[in-house]
């Protein structure tokens, strides 16, 4: 009785987020011909496309996220100390970012930088520079991409940490005549590392699970072979069997579930400071 | 001066690809001059008389209806109960809240295609089929919002008051409780609605061109470049994008800064 309003959402989210899941699982084990082993795996693993594709989701989100730490990070520190105006500007263009996303972001690009984007035209008609931007489905097209919502996210995310370091510290460390660099020697990194590292762990988790823009991206042939992409394609066509993107699939949520778990460990360490 | 330098490559960076779609959206011509041949706003006017763009806006407005009600439903008598009477409630939701937060949609799509192919193959491409999954990726954002303000307006007191006075659990919630968290329920419908509006996935995966929504009619004229309007679609980019941001801006006015926006926007 003291669960029954709450019966429906939770049979609801069950059936639509815990079965799908589950089913993942036991479809990445099940064989064709009966029985459970490792035979779905193995053959992800043989075939090169797979591999180029697991490659590539790990590299761009390892790549991301730690370009999107380093501008992020500094971005974040120099908005907390602006001035109002200037903090009420970065953040809504930041908000103005994060909310030009998927096929629209893609097209956005390729209006500025594909083959006849405008910047393309710029600087090929002021500079005479021939094909100054790589091609957007390439690995580092992409990189160029994504950072365009993962650098918002991750200021998004860590602005509120930031307060954690009060400038009575830096006082403090000035009193005590600590040059700048010691103070963020032995105080401001130790105590915001722990918020950056889980920045670094979100993004990496969301981007490898990006799929509306890789796609969009991704159309031109010869593209950058990602795991999203490789699970949208194998569930379109009834040629390969589906328990190509039951492996694949459960590879992603393996590495979301591993990321989520560093995730609450580095905020439970963060939290020391508050 | 290095601080100078290092925000305004950051603010053209992100200030470029939106002006480029922007002047796509109203230019005549633009084929290989560094800016338009010159401006207009029949694109503007055109599209929205282009038949397979107004069915296209309708469905997903249709979808993000049918969405906003389901999560309402569901939501909020479970983050009531769980406030007020049983948080264990609350602790088995939030788990489940994590899946639609970690895990990729596309992930979710693969495996409500195997799921519905064994269990229900009739509802596999309809629309109901991805009302349910969108409205699934979508709740805990409806969740947290509603959780937030039934804390804020504290509910328990407002329960333990009506009940003196009489009432039952449902005219508590009905009467007292629901009027008390509107802000957090609308907060919540617009966040579902801006992810149900921006959501291609689960509609790539469930229904594709069955029921084609706006992000699958942009990711079509995207993909087939020769066939495609590239006008159209700039129009199609910049409406949408002002429609999230008008959206997120509401809900950071609703929730002054509270209700978190991140991570929605995504996938």
Known sequence: MNWAPALPLLAFTFVMLVLPATRLVNDTFALRGGGYGLDNILRVIDNPVDRQAVAGSLGLGVVQATLASLLGAPAAWLITRMRLGGRAFWLSLMNVASNFAGIGLAFGFVALIGSTGMLTLILGGLFGIEDPFPSTGSFTGMNIVYLYFNVPMFVLLTLPALSVLKDDWQEAAAVCHATRWQFWRHVGVPVLAPFVIAGWLLVFTWTIGVYAVAYAVAASPGSQKLITLQIGATLESSVFGLERAAVLSVLLMLLAAGTTVLYRLSLKRAQRWL | ?267
């Open chain 2, 1 to 267: 001066m290095r601080r100078r330098i290092f925000l305004g490559l950051l603010g053209l960076y992100f200030g470029l690809p939106l002006l480029a779609a922007l002047l796509y959206s109203v230019a005549t011509r633009w084929t290989d001059t560094p800016l338009p041949d010159g401006y207009t706003l029949d694109h503007w006017i055109g599209v929205f008389g282009k038949p397979d763009v107004t069915s296209a806006l309708l469905r997903s407005l249709l979808l993000s209806a049918v969405v906003v009600v389901v999560d309402v439903l569901l939501v909020v008598p479970a983050a009531y109960w769980s406030v007020v009477h049983n948080p264990r409630i609350g602790s088995v939701v939030q788990t489940i809240a994590v899946i639609p937060f970690a895990v990729p949609w596309v992930v979710v799509g693969a495996g409500l295609q195997l799921v519905t192919a064994s269990f229900a193959p009739g509802l596999f491409g309809t629309f109901w089929l991805l009302a349910a999954a969108t409205a699934a990726i979508a709740f805990p954002f409806m969740y947290w919002a509603v959780e937030g303000s039934l804390i804020a307006a504290g509910a328990v007191r407002l329960s333990e008051a009506a009940a003196t006075c009489g009432a039952n659990p449902v005219q508590t919630l009905t009467r007292v409780i629901f009027p008390a968290i509107r802000g957090g329920v609308v907060s919540g419908a617009l966040l579902v609605v801006a992810t149900a509006m921006n959501e291609f996935a689960l509609a790539k995966i469930l229904v594709g061109a069955k029921f084609e929504t706006l992000p699958i009619w942009s990711a079509r004229q995207f993909v087939s470049r020769t066939l495609g309007d590239p006008n159209a679609l700039a129009v199609v980019t910049i409406f949408t994008f002002g429609f999230l941001f008008a959206l997120s801006a509401l809900v950071v006015r609703l929730g002054r800064g509270r209700v978190s926006t991140i991570g929605r926007t995504l996938r």
